[in-house]
């Protein structure tokens, strides 16, 4: 059976970054390390430590990729208002791309050669805020007969990290770490001057892709909220609850059946939860829970929608604008 993966499933909250910050958080989180300004016999003089000989670059296999529409399971052809004003793993992807083409660009003009590891290797779980596939608990009972609860472990072997000096790290982000709450780097390099938030800033500014993904996120949280006080949800997760009890599981709501079995980092997926998983969905299925509660909150939505109509297209606008000039980037 598949090991247990870091990468768990689950909804994005409220407030989610914007992709300035979550290209910062993932550099960090890819290992892009740190190395000191002296005492580095390995570190060539733009401040990069070269990978290791005969490194090959992860292959991105778009396949992969999360869907915004999931075409599997009980939420097959799901939609909701508000994903057309979010941003997409596709869109965040190409914003990316361009962006560390121009951070590269920007470095070089520091004297600094930097070789970002490639994006779109390792895909989240759920393609935008909503997370269709797995936003009411889980619903693909072919997943569920594999990973029970969880997702497919991440089988792509990445390229090593490169190592930043600390003074290319301070020109990439105009901090002093690779961590967006790092204290402030000086504000010029070798007398020249370091653009607001480095080179990564500046690349994103040109992009325009400074985007506040707030109201699309809060109003996503909100729907999904005030649809479990539906009578119609909350008599279809009764229904539901009533029929996992029957299968010998007694649980409240599709959110706390992850629980219903002890799970241990590391270990292989129990046949205990793939059991408990197969019973969620056919029980979801029985009940036509997924249907019903898509039905309430596409409900919510379109009243949201309706009454942050402005706000939300220039969202929307920002959004189509800042993936168009990151392409136009990336033609060079």
Same mark, same amino acid.
């Given at each position: 059976m ?12 409220p407030g ?6 979550r ?5 960090a989180?890819?290992?892009?390390a740190?190395?000191?300004?002296? =005492?580095c ?6 401040g990069?430590?070269p /990978?290791?000989?005969? *490194? $090959? @670059?992860?292959? %991105? ?8 529409t999931?075409?599997?399971g009980?939420?097959?052809g ?10 997409t793993y596709q869109?965040?992807v190409?914003?990316?791309?361009a ?6 660009q920007?470095m ?5 050669t930097v070789?970002?590891?490639?994006v ?8 935008d ?9 889980i619903?693909?009972?072919a ?6 609860? =969880?997702?497919?472990p991440?089988t ?5 990290? /490169?190592?930043?000096t *600390? $003074? @290319?790290?301070? %020109?990439l982000?105009?901090r002093?770490?690779l ?5 402030p780097?000086p504000?010029?390099y070798q007398g020249?001057?370091i653009?607001?938030d480095?080179?990564q800033?500046a ?5 325009g892709?400074?985007?506040?993904f707030?109201?699309?996120?809060r109003?996503?949280h ?5 649809s479990?006080?539906?009578?119609e949800?909350q008599?279809?997760?009764k229904?539901?609850s009533?029929?996992?009890k029957?299968?010998?599981?007694a649980?409240a709501?599709p959110y706390?059946?992850?629980?219903l079995?002890?799970r241990?980092?590391?270990?292989e ?7 408990? *998983?197969v @019973? ?7 009940t ?5 509660w898509h039905?309430?909150?596409a409900a ?11 706000a939300?297209?220039?969202?929307k606008?920002k ?6 000039a990151?392409e136009?980037a990336?033609?060079g």
């Amino acid at each position: 059976m598949p090991r247990r993966t870091s990468r768990e499933p689950g909804r994005l909250r409220p407030g989610t970054p914007g992709p300035l910050a979550r290209s910062l958080a993932a550099l960090a989180g890819a290992g892009l390390a740190l190395t000191a300004l002296t =005492g580095c016999g390995d570190t060539d003089p733009a401040g990069q430590v070269p /990978p290791r000989a005969g *490194a $090959a @670059a992860a292959e %991105v296999d778009e396949s992969k990729w999360p869907k915004v529409t999931p075409d599997t399971g009980l939420a097959r052809g799901l939609v909701l208002p508000l994903q057309q004003y979010m941003q997409t793993y596709q869109d965040s992807v190409v914003i990316e791309r361009a962006a560390r083409s121009l951070q590269t660009q920007c470095m070089a003009d520091f004297g600094f050669t930097v070789a970002f590891p490639p994006v779109g290797t390792n895909p989240p779980p759920n393609a935008d805020d909503a997370n269709m596939s797995r936003r009411y608990g889980i619903t693909d009972r072919a997943m569920a007969e594999k990973y029970g609860f =969880g997702i497919p472990p991440d089988t792509v072997e990445h390229p090593p990290p /490169p190592k930043l000096t *600390a $003074a @290319a790290v301070a %020109v990439l982000t105009g901090r002093k770490g690779l961590d967006p709450r790092a204290e402030p780097a000086p504000a010029t390099y070798q007398g020249k001057k370091i653009p607001k938030d480095g080179c990564q800033g500046a690349s994103f500014d040109r992009i325009g892709a400074r985007i506040d993904f707030a109201l699309s996120s809060r109003l996503d949280h909100d729907s999904l909220v005030k649809s479990q006080e539906t009578p119609e949800v909350q008599a279809g997760i009764k229904a539901w609850s009533g029929c996992m009890k029957k299968k010998g599981y007694a649980v409240a709501d599709p959110y706390a059946a992850i629980d219903l079995i002890p799970r241990v980092e590391g270990a292989e997926t129990s046949g205990k939860e793939i059991s408990a *998983a197969v @019973a969620d969905i056919d029980c979801k299925k029985e009940t036509d829970l997924v249907r019903v509660w898509h039905t309430a909150e596409a409900a919510i939505q379109t009243q949201q929608v309706e009454q942050n109509q402005l706000a939300l297209q220039q969202l929307k606008e920002k959004n189509a604008a800042a993936v168009k000039a990151a392409e136009a980037a990336l033609r060079g």
